[in-house]
């Protein structure tokens, strides 16, 4: 007696490949995943899961608009964060049941992200320096009590002179539009300063960069203005050791 061949149907999964011209790799219809529909949720607002700030390398704080598309552009951009459908209640009790969630969201919020705990915060390329972004940034920065080194490349900021941050040692500033010292944060510890590719032209205001050991200042107007910078700022502080990448002794055996 035979029996007939049993005939297998395999599952394919839903994924569309495509090809390119130029390789054989194939790339994922990402629409087709089962994540595709968390594509605009912050990562600090997915509940019930174990990844917290300090687990992030580049962690993304940039606040995105709260109105519709269309209504958004009608705005100010200091009023952005208005958001209307919050405060138009029929009643007291929905409107205190909202005040609840909302408050119970931020609790959930600022345990995830764990700002207070993290040594090292990584903040670049999200244009943090905009009017619209300042609440957000403003908030996360006055957390970093901890944090040792903090690194805020490319993110058009100009003023960060109202914040103390009393454990960091490297400070990343590049591609950022500062003018002056005077308007860096109040960094006690401060080892290693990295301010390439600012607008800084004059050397004022140094004490906030009084305990610094490695300044970084090339694509600044100063180094091109200011005749033998780096001996001025040799002199003015003597915890310098190093200033784009010459030493201390390195001049004095130029000189």
């Not at 908030?139 to 490349?153: F, G, P, Q």
Request: net charge positive; glycine share 2%.
């Amino acid at each position: 007696m035979f029996l007939a061949p049993i005939r297998m149907s395999v599952v394919k999964p839903n994924i569309k490949i495509t090809k390119n011209s130029s390789t054989k790799a194939s790339s994922v219809d990402f629409q087709q995943l089962p994540a595709y529909q968390f594509r605009h949720v912050n990562w600090s607002d997915l509940k019930n899961m174990d990844i917290t700030g300090p687990h992030l390398k580049g962690p993304r704080i940039r606040a995105t608009p709260s109105l519709k598309d269309n209504e958004f552009d009608s705005i100010p951009e200091g009023s952005a964060n208005y958001q209307p459908h919050i405060y138009n209640f029929s009643s007291q009790q929905e409107k205190r049941a909202a005040q609840r969630e909302v408050k119970d969201v931020q609790n959930i919020k600022s345990k995830i992200e764990d700002w207070e705990n993290v040594s090292k915060v990584n903040l670049s390329y999200q244009e943090l320096g905009g009017q619209f972004q300042s609440r957000m940034l403003n908030s996360t920065l006055k957390k970093l009590i901890r944090c040792e080194t903090l690194i805020l490349v490319d993110n058009r900021l100009r003023n960060l002179r109202e914040f103390t941050f009393p454990c960091v040692k490297e400070l990343n500033l590049a591609l950022n539009i500062f003018v002056n010292c005077s308007d860096l944060p109040i960094c006690p510890q401060l080892k290693v300063l990295n301010l390439t590719g600012n607008k800084i032209s004059t050397i004022t205001d140094i004490s906030r960069i009084s305990s610094v050991e490695v300044l970084k200042l090339r694509n600044n107007p100063l180094v091109w203005t200011v005749p033998e910078y780096r001996k001025l700022l040799f002199d003015m502080i003597p915890s310098l050791h190093c200033i784009d990448g010459m030493t201390r002794d390195d001049l004095i055996q130029r000189s």
